[in-house]
T-cell receptor, first 113, second 110 residues
Framework: DSGVTQTPKHLITATGQRVTLRCSPR?????VYWYQQSLDQGLQFLIH???????AKGNILERFSAQQFPDLHSELNLSSLELGDSALYFC????????????FGPGTRLLVL | KNEVEQSPQNLTAQEGEFITINCSYS?????LHWLQQHPGGGIVSLFM???GKKKHGRLIATINIQEKHSSLHITASHPRDSAVYIC????????????FGKGTSLLVTP
């Protein structure tokens, strides 16, 4: 158990819908990273938050957004969903921003029908 | 972007064999990560390396910064080692977000 929690574990929805994925980092970790794992693209970085502020963006679509709240949990919002958004979404937490070990949550498996 | 290449893509070994998975990257880095992804999907961080060698149980990871190459070795492999092993490098321009290789799928048979 990494200490990082993600909800829900599974999500099935339809094209055009909007969903919210939630991540709670390990106690004391200020950084949250979001990653997407799909069959064709593999694992790729979406966005990074540190202590409530957005720090870096990766291959995140404009239809996707995220935020980190004062209690340090983070949410990833996916809207206007398409079939190709079906993937495993992981969050990972870390103490800081200078490259320490990242601890991964169990992931949310999203299926868009 | 730092290109991360892993080899082999797939690997089948018999229980007890010594296993090596290789990783190369294109741009100098501060740290390299080895991750393990179980069939159920969960990802576990095995090592973070910036130089030399690290050992944890039957797992050994080495890195050669000059050659931009790292290896993950598994000694006395066991069926429970069956998983996908992923090499990743931290990108300082993205808050040290990880840039991943495509992974090596390992199957250890009894």
């Amino acid at each position: 158990d990494s200490g990082v929690t993600q909800t829900p574990k599974h999500l099935i929805t339809a094209t055009g819908q909007r969903v919210t994925l939630r991540c709670s980092p390990r106690s004391g970790d200020l950084s949250v990273y979001w990653y997407q794992q799909s069959l064709d693209q593999g694992l790729q970085f979406l966005i990074h938050y540190y202590n409530g502020e957005e720090r870096a963006k990766g291959n995140i679509l404009e239809r996707f957004s995220a935020q980190q709240f004062p209690d340090l949990h983070s949410e990833l919002n996916l809207s206007s969903l398409e079939l190709g958004d079906s993937a495993l979404y992981f969050c990972a937490s870390a103490v800081g921003t200078s490259g320490p070990t990242q601890y991964f949550g169990p992931g949310t498996r999203l299926l868009v029908l | 972007k730092n290109e991360v290449e892993q080899s082999p893509q797939n690997l089948t070994a018999q229980e007890g064999e010594f296993i090596t998975i290789n990783c190369s990257y294109s741009v100098g880095i501060s740290a390299l990560h080895w991750l393990q992804q179980h069939p159920g999907g969960g990802i576990v961080s095995l090592f973070m390396l910036s130089s030399g060698k690290k050992k944890h149980g039957r797992l050994i990871a080495t890195i050669n910064i000059q050659e931009k190459h790292s290896s993950l070795h598994i000694t006395a492999s066991h069926p429970r080692d069956s998983a996908v092993y992923i090499c990743a490098v931290a990108d300082p321009n993205s808050g040290y977000a990880l840039n991943f290789g495509k992974g090596t799928s390992l199957l250890v048979t009894p």
